[in-house]
């Protein structure tokens, strides 16, 4: 009989066990004689066949787990919150919580808004690439794999960038169901930045006040870059970074760069991972976040106090291992690479 003996580090017996006590049970056998032929615990045997009487099944009921103390309604909140804005992070939602008067934990959070069959994922940071681009890329990276570093140098890279006034991430997460790919809308807690820099340190910070316009581009243009040439020492004749955002591309930018006779590179699209400003953006958000901004002139202030002390050796290094970045789009045939 020994097979029937559970083990004793087992928290529960077997199914087939527990059937076999009922079955002894219905026909009329004692708890004592249970535990002789079976040796379970007479306990044991005792909550077996209460169960049985009460829920008429030895299976394992569902357990209640300890009960949420989040309420109904600010779960509901929790699920509005993330629908509206799938890019809003954990502790953005703790804080919304504490204003309702809820729970903040994470762990709480995170249960309310899974039990909405909404998941955590991280949102998708590179460009879907056609075999156009790729091969565009790839013939960018082949052509200027063996500029001079003194070329480079001449460089003044530029980009805009978001920056929220909570919540910097350099990876932000997503809550969708999954299969699905959610549309995102921005809040109003952030501000767009023009910036520049180039090897020999950052040249000029602006934000950028509305939904930018081809013609609000061109006033950037005027008011920063030959003065951020200047005082970066890249002489006359610089070179000119810039993506192929429409507004950048556009008659009037064209016609200004023309104009004042700059020097503009030619840039493959869909490249964000081809400009070193990248890292620069990521190091300007990591200084800005430890400062805590608590409202959106603050958060600008920041921008640009950061920005200015970022160094200059860091500038020139992203500007000197360049090579390597193109070394790699080329070992990816033009793929998105990760930097």
């Known amino acids: 009989m020994s097979e029937h003996k559970p083990?004793?580090?087992?928290?529960?017996?077997?199914?087939?066990l527990r059937d076999r006590i009922v079955s002894r049970h219905k026909s009329g056998e004692s708890y004592r004689k249970f535990f002789a032929a079976l040796k379970v615990p007479m306990s044991t045997v005792a909550s077996i066949i209460r169960k049985w009487k009460r829920f008429e099944t030895t299976r394992t009921l569902p357990r209640a787990g300890r009960p949420s103390k989040l309420s109904d309604r600010g779960r509901r909140a929790l699920v509005r919150e993330v629908t509206k804005n799938p890019m809003v992070t954990l502790s953005e939602l703790q804080r919304s919580s504490v204003e309702?008067?809820?729970?903040?934990?994470?762990?709480?959070?995170?249960a309310a808004i899974?039990?909405?069959?909404?998941?955590g994922r991280v949102a998708r940071r590179k460009p879907l690439l056609s075999k156009r681009h790729m091969?565009?890329?790839?013939?960018?990276?082949?052509r200027h794999l063996k500029d001079s570093q003194t070329m480079r140098n001449k460089i003044l890279?530029?980009?805009?960038?978001?920056?929220?006034?909570?919540?910097?991430?350099?990876r932000r997460h997503v809550w969708r169901k999954p299969g699905t790919i959610p549309t995102?809308?921005?809040?109003?807690?952030?501000?767009?930045?023009?910036?520049?820099?180039?090897?020999?340190?950052?040249?000029?910070?602006?934000?950028?006040?509305g939904k930018m316009t081809a013609a609000m581009y061109s006033d950037i243009l005027d008011e920063n870059l030959l003065q951020s040439a200047l005082d970066l020492r890249l002489g006359r004749w610089f070179i000119f970074q810039q993506d192929n955002d429409p507004k950048h591309t556009a008659k009037t930018s064209k016609e200004w760069l023309q104009d004042n006779s700059v020097n503009v590179l030619e840039w493959p699209s869909h490249s964000p991972d081809l400009n070193p400003?990248?890292?620069?953006?990521?190091?300007?958000?990591?200084?800005?976040?430890?400062?805590?901004?608590?409202?959106?002139m603050e958060l600008e202030r920041c921008c640009k106090e950061e920005w200015a002390k970022l160094a200059k050796d860091r500038c020139a290094k992203l500007v000197a291992?360049?090579?390597?970045?193109?070394?790699?789009?080329?070992?990816a045939k033009g793929a998105s690479i990760k930097y």
Not at 100 to 110: A, K, L
Not at 114 to 119: A, I, K, N, R, V
Not at 184 to 208: D, N, Q, Y
Not at 277 to 296: G, Q, T, Y
């Open 7 to 16: 083990s004793m580090k087992s928290k529960e017996l077997s199914v087939d």
């Open 100 to 110: 309702r008067g809820e729970p903040s934990r994470r762990t709480t959070i995170s």
């Open 114 to 119: 899974h039990q909405s069959g909404l998941y």
């Open 135 to 142: 091969a565009a890329r790839l013939e960018f990276a082949k």
């Open 157 to 170: 890279w530029s980009d805009e960038t978001k920056i929220e006034l909570f919540g910097v991430n350099a």
């Open 184 to 209: 995102v809308k921005h809040g109003g807690g952030s501000i767009m930045l023009w910036g520049c820099f180039s090897a020999a340190g950052t040249g000029r910070l602006v934000r950028i006040k």
């Open 277 to 296: 400003i990248e890292h620069l953006w990521r190091d300007l958000k990591m200084a800005v976040h430890r400062r805590f901004p608590s409202n959106l």
């Open 321 to 331: 291992s360049y090579s390597t970045r193109l070394e790699a789009v080329i070992a």
